[in-house]
């Protein structure tokens, strides 16, 4: 599978974490600085980096006014968005099916790039996710080493209702990664 990664050059550190797990996972990964899907051919899956810097450089055209002409049989499986923090997407790229990460100080993780192979072309088993996944979920959220989710394992609230958190379990004398859902107040926690 060929995979162009557009990304804005604000984004060059996590840009090459990713390109480096996509062809970990097989992927064949082209690299688009600063650039949204340029010369994309049929065999090609975009995957786009979103963040203040993508919305700044990207966000009018992308508006309501659509997908660029350049990107080909464009579809679900053919976009795949990527979150970078938490700058919504724009209206015309919001009803895509795309992976947030919690936090774009935390490192990508490997089942981010298995997940954005198997949105792109929808080959393999999907990793593993937490919540009720199914085709029809929109947001995977990726909280590094606690894992990908798809929604709420209690109260099935979307991941966009999940937040990460850091703290100190002062009593255990040790430092947790915590993920909190903001709807029901679930959690889960792993040391750091």
């Keep these: 599978m060929r995979i162009r990664l557009s990304y804005r050059s604000q984004d060059e550190y996590l840009a090459s974490s990713l390109a480096t797990l996509l062809r970990r996972v097989g992927a064949d990964v082209v690299c688009d600085a600063d650039t949204f899907c340029s010369e994309s051919s049929d065999d090609d899956t975009v995957v786009l980096l979103w963040s203040v810097a993508a919305l700044a ?12 002409d350049g990107l080909p049989d464009t579809g679900a499986a053919r976009l795949v968005p990527v979150r970078l923090d938490a700058t919504p997407l724009p209206h015309s790229l919001s009803d895509l099916r ?13 089942g981010t790039a298995a ?18 996944y199914s085709e ?13 989710f798809a ?8 991941s966009e209702r999940l937040r990460p958190y850091l703290t100190v379990d002062h009593l255990h004398d040790r430092a947790l990664r915590l993920v909190i859902c903001g709807a029901c107040g679930w959690q889960d926690a792993c040391d750091l």
Aim: with cysteine; proline share 9%; hydrophobic share 40%.
């Design 151 to 158: 929604s709420c394992p209690r109260c099935d609230a979307s």
């Design 98 to 110: 795309h992976i947030r990460l919690a936090s774009s100080k935390e490192p990508v993780t490997e």
């Design 136 to 148: 029809h979920t929109v947001v995977i959220s990726d909280f590094s080493r606690l894992g990908l």
């Design 115 to 132: 997940m954005i192979v198997h949105m792109g072309r929808a080959v393999g088993p999907a990793p593993a996710v937490r919540g009720h």
């Design 57 to 68: 450089a990207w966000g009018e055209p992308l508006g309501d006014t659509g997908l660029p």
